[in-house]
C-alpha cells in the first residue's frame, strides 16, 4: 500500500512539473507581449524592454519557468533600488495590471472559489446521490418517474440559463439578495450566515445540473449492481433487503461515482466562470476571465492554469486512493 | 493424408507484463514454452487441458493474433512466423478460426448475409455465381435456411450462431480451421449437432482442423490424434485411441479420471486419481517437470530435471521421467 | 413416502411478464426429497432448472414473478408451505435450513469483503455472537472445506483465491449454519475438471457430515452419474421424466432423456460413428406450442395415433416404481424405441 502510494505521489508530482512547463510554452508562444501591453499610451521601445526586464521576460521560457517554480518556495524580488520590491513565498508572479503580487490576488479570490465549489458539491452529492438511490430502490414507481423528470429538466438546463433563471426570478425578483450586495464576500468565519445566504443561491444553480447528471449515474448503478450475483448471494444467505442495500449494494455501486465527483469537484475548485460571473463573485473563475479578456495579465492567467491543474491532479490521486481503500481488488495486488 | 498442413516447431510465446510506468518488476508468463506440433492435411488435432494451459494462447499464435517470441510456423509449406500483417492476408483465406462464443464475434448491426460476403470482399474475391449464391449456398451447407440472409445475428439460436461462424470460416476454402471451444457455450443436444456438422464438412471439403477445447470427450469424439498441455508445455501427444485407453502421462491419466462418465454403474465403481491443489502460476512455474508439484509418482528427478517430450512408441510422444503403463 | 420427506414442491409454476409476453419458465414442477438425498435437476439452458430453484430459495421478487404451486418444508417443528409464508419468515430460513452456491464463485462473493467476514455474516445473521465468535466460526468452516492456512487466510479477498478455492469458500458459508437442504446451482461447470472433481468430492463429504438433502442443478449428465441419487430431467419448464439415477441411464423412458444420453460422447469408449443427435430448438417458452413441448423434436411421435402429441399436454405418469415420464408414449412403445 505504501508503495502504491508513494509511486501515485512521485506520478503526480511529475505530472505537475510537465504541465507547468506547458503552460509556459504555450503562453511563450502566444501573439500578445505582456511588456507591450503594461507599457500604456506613451510608449517608447525603452519602456518596453525596460518592462521586459522587470517581469523577467527577457529570458527563454524555460529560465523563466524556473524562476517561477523557484518563486513558488523562496519568494520572488522585481526591479532594483527604489523600484524595488518583494512578494514572498509562496510567489507566483506580480501583475503590473493590478499592481499586486499575484499570490495575494489569488488568495482574495481562492476563498471564495473554494466556498462555492465545496456548497455546491455537498448540495449535488446529496441530492444526485440521494435520489438516485431512491429512485433505483423504488424503481417504475412514481418517485422514480417524478426523478426522472428532474433528471430530463436537470440535465438540459445549462448553467447559464438555470443560474440567470435562478437570479432573475427568485433571487432578484424576492430581494432575497440585494443587488447591491450582489458579489459581496462575507467570511464564514466572521459571519456565517451572511456567507450562507450569499451563496446558497449560486450553490443551488451550479448543483442542479450536477445533481442530474448524478441522480441518473447513481439509479444506473445501484440498479446494475443489484443485478450482481453477489448481491444474489447475500439474499441466499437470507440478509434483509435494507442491509442488501446499504451494506452490499451501495459501495460498490458508488465506488466509480466517487471517481467523477472527485475530478467534477476539482474543476469546479479551478473556477466556475459562469457561475461566478453571473452572481459576480470575485473567485477564481472570474479572475480568469478578466485576467485573459481584458488585461491580458498573462501572471494571473498563468497561476491559475496551473492552479486549476494542480487541483485536477491532486483531486485524482486523493480519488485513486480513496477507491484503492474501497476497493481490495485495487489495493492488493 | 500425411502431407503436414501447420507444423510448429519449439514456439514459444511469452507475455511480458510490467506493473507500473515507474515500477522495474516485471513479470514473465510462459504461456507457451516451446511446443512442437503437426497438423497434417484432413486431420483433425485435439489440443486439450486446463484453463491457463496455453492452448488457446497456441491457436492465437498460429494466426498471428499474438506475435510469437520464438521459433517457427510453417503453414502449408511456407514459413510464416515472421509475416506482418500484409503478407499474413493471403495467408488468412486459407487459414481460419472459429470462436467458443458466436456471438460476440458476430457484428450485431450486420446481416449474417454481409458476415459472409464481408470474407470474399475483403480478399476480393469474387465467387462464382456471385456472392449472394456463394453466401446461399454456404448457409445451405451448414445447416441454416438460405432465404435467412437478411436477418440478423440476435434472430438466431446460439448452435446457428456457430453455424453462422462456421459458414464465415468456409467461405473462402480454408485448409485448416483453429475452432478454439467451439461447442462449449452450447447445449448438450446441440453440441451434437455442430460437431456432426464438423465431421461432414471434414469430409466433403478435406478441411484440417486443430480443435482446441477442455472437454475431453468432445475431443475423443472429433479428432484422429490429441495433444495434452500443461503450465505451456506439452505433456503428451497419441493418437485418440491410444490416448484415451492407454494414457501414458500421469497428468492425462488423472485429466481422464476426473471426467465423469455418464454411466452410473461404471463412473461409481472406477478407480479415481483426485489430483491434489491447483494449477501452479504460469508466471512462477515449478521447476523441472511442471506437472511435479501435483504428481504422485513424483521424485526428487521430476522436481529437478524437466522430463523431453519422447517417442516411446509409434505415434505416441510423452514427457515424462515415469511413464504410465506400457 | 412423504413421512420422511423433507422438501416437497407441488405443481410449482413460475412465469415472467415480459414485454414479449409471458415467459412460462416452470411449468408443473413436482417432486420431493428426503434429507441424506441428491436429487439431479437435468436439463439444457431455458428448461427452468435455475428458476425453480430460486424460487424455493424464495429469491425471485415477487413483484415481478407470478408464482403458484406449493413448497413445503417440513421442519421437526411442523410444516410450512413457503410460498405463502411472509418474506420475513422465508428469509429467516435461507441460510439457516436451506442454503445455495452457485456457478461462477468469482462473481458470487462480494468482491469488496473478505471472505472471513462473508462467512461470519451469514453465521451472525441466524446466530448470537458478535464478529470475534463469526471469526472463529468463518476458520473452522474454511478448514472444513479443505483451504490451507485458514487462519491467515480468512482475511484475503475472493480475487485472491483460485476458481476451486472460491468455489470452497461458497460451500463453506452456504453450511456455516447447517442447514438441511443444499441447493447447488451448476456449483463446477465454470471449473477445470480436475478441480471439479474435488468440489464434488468435497460436497459428498459435507452431505455426509451434515446428513443435507441435495439438489444438484446441471447440464452434465457425466457429474448426474457420479453425484445424484434421483435425477429430474427438465424440458421447456416441465419435468419430462423423474427416475432413480440407474433406472434412467439404463432404462431412459421419455424421448428427450433417450436422445440426450445418445448424444453425448464418453472418454471411455472410442466411437468413430456420427453423434446421435436431437434435431431442431428447444422452443420459446413465450408460445409454447400445444401439446408436448418436445413433440416437434421427438422422433416417435409418428407412434402415437390422432396426433395427441401435438394436441394435448401429456400429464406425468407412473412408468414404473418410482418413475416417472410425461409421455403419450405406452409403456411398451417406450421399451421398444430404447
Known amino acids: 500500500m505504501l508503495k502504491f502510494v508513494s509511486r501515485r505521489l512521485l506520478s503526480s508530482l511529475i505530472i505537475l512539473i510537465v504541465i507547468s512547463a506547458t503552460v509556459f510554452i504555450i503562453f511563450n508562444y502566444l501573439p500578445f507581449d505582456p511588456a507591450r501591453l503594461a507599457c500604456g499610451k506613451h510608449c517608447t521601445p525603452e519602456i518596453v524592454s525596460g518592462n521586459r526586464h522587470r517581469l523577467g521576460l527577457d529570458v527563454s521560457w524555460w529560465m523563466q519557468w524556473w524562476e517561477y517554480l523557484k518563486g513558488i518556495f523562496v519568494g520572488r524580488t522585481y526591479g532594483q533600488g527604489a523600484a524595488m520590491f518583494t512578494c514572498p513565498a509562496p510567489a507566483f508572479g506580480y501583475s503590473f495590471n493590478q499592481h499586486a503580487c499575484v499570490s495575494t490576488i489569488l488568495a482574495s479570490a481562492l476563498p471564495v472559489t473554494v466556498s462555492l465549489a465545496i456548497g455546491a458539491f455537498i448540495m449535488w452529492m446529496f441530492l444526485g446521490v440521494g435520489l438516485g438511490v431512491i429512485s433505483a430502490r423504488f424503481r417504475n414507481t412514481w418517485i422514480d418517474r417524478a426523478s426522472n423528470i428532474f433528471v430530463l429538466v436537470g440535465t438540459s438546463l445549462p448553467t447559464f440559463i438555470s443560474g440567470l433563471l435562478i437570479l432573475l426570478f427568485i433571487v432578484l425578483k424576492f430581494n432575497l439578495i440585494s443587488p447591491l450586495d450582489l458579489g459581496q464576500w462575507h467570511s464564514p468565519l466572521t459571519a456565517p450566515w451572511e456567507w450562507f445566504t450569499s451563496f446558497f443561491w449560486p450553490w443551488l444553480s451550479l448543483a442542479l445540473i450536477y445533481a442530474a447528471t448524478y441522480t441518473r449515474f447513481t439509479r444506473s448503478n445501484v440498479i446494475e449492481t443489484s443485478s450482481e450475483d453477489f448481491i444474489r448471494t447475500a439474499r441466499a444467505k437470507g440478509v434483509s433487503e435494507r442491509k442488501v442495500l446499504w451494506k452490499h449494494t451501495l459501495r460498490p455501486a458508488l465506488a466509480p461515482i466517487l471517481t467523477i465527483a472527485g475530478l467534477d469537484f476539482a474543476g469546479l475548485l479551478g473556477g466556475a466562470i459562469i457561475t461566478e460571473q453571473i452572481f459576480q463573485l470575485p473567485g477564481l473563475g472570474r479572475l480568469t476571465l478578466q485576467a485573459a479578456l481584458q488585461d491580458y495579465d498573462l501572471p494571473i492567467i498563468v497561476s491559475t492554469t496551473i492552479l486549476a491543474a494542480t487541483f485536477v491532479v491532486v483531486a485524482n490521486l486523493i480519488v485513486d486512493l480513496a477507491y484503492a481503500f474501497l476497493d481490495p481488488r485495487i489495493r492488493v495486488k | 493424408m500425411n502431407q503436414p498442413v501447420l507444423e510448429l516447431k519449439n514456439l514459444k510465446k511469452h507475455f511480458i507484463s510490467s506493473n507500473g510506468v515507474f515500477s522495474r518488476n516485471k513479470t514473465t508468463v510462459k504461456a507457451v514454452d516451446g511446443i512442437d506440433m503437426t497438423v497434417n492435411s484432413g486431420e483433425t488435432v485435439g489440443l486439450v487441458g486446463e484453463s491457463g494451459c496455453g492452448k488457446t494462447t497456441v491457436g492465437r499464435t498460429v494466426l498471428k493474433l499474438y506475435e510469437p517470441t520464438s521459433g517457427s510456423i510453417i503453414f502449408d509449406g511456407e514459413e510464416i512466423t515472421n509475416f506482418s500483417p500484409r503478407q499474413m492476408k493471403p495467408v488468412r483465406s486459407k487459414l481460419q478460426m472459429i470462436f467458443q462464443d458466436p456471438y460476440s464475434s458476430l457484428n450485431p448491426r450486420h446481416t449474417i448475409g454481409s458476415i459472409i460476403a464481408s470474407s470474399y470482399e475483403i480478399h476480393g474475391i469474387h465467387p462464382e455465381g456471385g456472392v449472394k449464391k456463394a453466401v446461399q449456398n454456404l448457409l445451405d451447407r451448414v445447416g441454416l435456411n438460405p432465404e435467412h440472409i437478411n436477418r440478423f445475428p440476435h434472430e438466431f439460436s446460439g448452435g446457428q450462431r456457430q453455424r453462422i461462424g462456421i459458414a464465415r470460416a468456409l467461405a473462402l476454402r480454408p485448409k485448416l480451421i483453429i475452432a478454439d471451444e467451439p461447442v462449449s457455450a452450447l447445449d448438450v443436444s446441440i453440441q451434437a449437432q455442430v460437431v456432426n456438422l464438423l465431421d461432414d464438412l471434414q469430409k466433403e471439403m478435406g478441411l484440417s482442423y486443430l480443435f482446441i477445447a477442455h472437454d475431453l470427450s468432445v475431443v475423443q469424439h472429433i479428432s484422429d490424434r490429441v495433444i495434452v498441455m500443461y503450465l505451456g508445455k506439452i505433456m503428451e501427444e497419441a493418437k485418440t485411441s491410444q490416448l484415451f485407453l492407454n494414457p501414458r502421462h500421469p497428468y492425462t491419466k488423472a485429466l481422464l479420471s476426473a471426467v465423469p462418465i455418464p454411466d452410473p454403474e461404471i463412473e461409481r465403481n472406477r478407480e479415481r486419481i483426485v489430483l491434489s491443489g491447483d494449477l501452479p502460476s504460469p508466471a512462477n512455474p515449478p521447476s523441472g517437470c511442471v506437472f511435479s508439484t501435483r504428481c504422485w509418482k513424483a521424485t526428487e528427478k521430476c522436481h529437478q530435471i524437466a522430463p523431453p517430450l519422447v517417442e516411446i512408441s509409434i505415434g505416441s510422444k510423452v514427457a515424462c521421467h515415469f511413464p504410465e503403463g506400457n | ?338
Open chain 3, 1 to 338: 413416502m412423504s413421512a420422511h420427506n423433507y422438501l416437497e414442491v407441488k405443481k410449482l409454476n413460475v412465469s415472467f411478464p415480459t414485454e414479449d409476453g409471458l415467459v412460462a419458465a416452470t411449468s408443473d414442477l413436482t417432486f420431493s426429497l428426503a434429507r441424506g438425498e441428491t436429487l439431479a435437476i437435468v436439463g439444457e439452458s431455458g428448461s427452468g432448472k435455475s428458476v425453480s430453484s430460486l424460487a424455493i430459495m424464495g429469491l425471485h421478487n415477487r413483484a415481478r414473478t407470478n408464482i403458484s404451486g406449493e413448497v413445503i418444508l417440513n421442519l421437526p417443528t411442523g410444516s410450512l408451505e413457503l410460498l405463502s409464508s411472509s418474506e420475513d419468515t422465508v428469509r429467516d430460513l435461507r441460510g439457516k435450513e436451506m442454503a445455495m452456491i452457485f456457478q461462477d464463485p468469482m462473481s458470487s462473493l462480494h468482491p469488496y469483503f473478505s471472505v472471513g467476514a462473508q462467512i461470519a455474516e451469514a453465521w451472525l445473521l441466524h446466530n448470537k455472537g458478535n464478529k470475534s465468535d463469526g471469526l472463529k466460526r468463518a476458520i473452522e468452516m474454511l478448514e472444513l472445506v479443505g483451504i490451507p492456512l485458514p487462519v491467515e487466510r480468512v482475511h484475503d479477498f475472493p480475487h485472491q483465491f483460485s476458481g476451486g478455492m472460491r468455489q470452497r469458500v461458497m460451500i463453506a458459508m452456504a453450511l456455516v449454519n447447517n442447514p438441511s437442504l443444499l441447493i447447488a446451482d451448476e456449483p463446477t461447470t465454470a471449473l477445470d475438471v480436475t478441480v471439479q472433481a474435488q468440489i464434488l468430492k468435497l460436497l459428498r463429504d459435507m452431505q455426509k457430515e451434515f446428513n443435507m438433502a441435495i439438489i444438484l442443478i446441471t447440464h452434465d449428465l457425466g457429474v448426474v452419474a457420479e453425484f445424484a441419487d434421483r435425477v429430474n430431467v427438465m424440458y421447456a419448464g416441465k419435468n419430462v421424466e423423474e427416475a432413480p439415477v440407474r433406472d434412467l441411464y439404463y432404462k431412459p423412458a421419455h424421448p428427450y432423456t433417450l436422445g440426450l444420453l445418445r448424444s453425448i460422447p464418453r472418454v471411455d469408449q472410442i466411437d468413430t460413428h456420427r453423434l446421435q443427435t436431437i434435431p431442431g430448438q428447444p422452443p420459446s417458452l413465450i408460445n409454447l406450442p400445444m401439446g408436448c413441448a418436445f413433440a416437434p423434436r421427438c422422433p416417435y411421435k409418428e407412434l402415437v395415433p390422432n396426433n395427441l402429441c401435438t394436441t394435448k399436454n401429456p400429464e406425468l405418469s407412473n412408468f414404473a416404481d418410482n418413475h416417472l415420464t410425461r409421455c403419450h408414449l405406452t409403456h411398451d412403445q417406450i421399451e421398444s424405441v430404447r
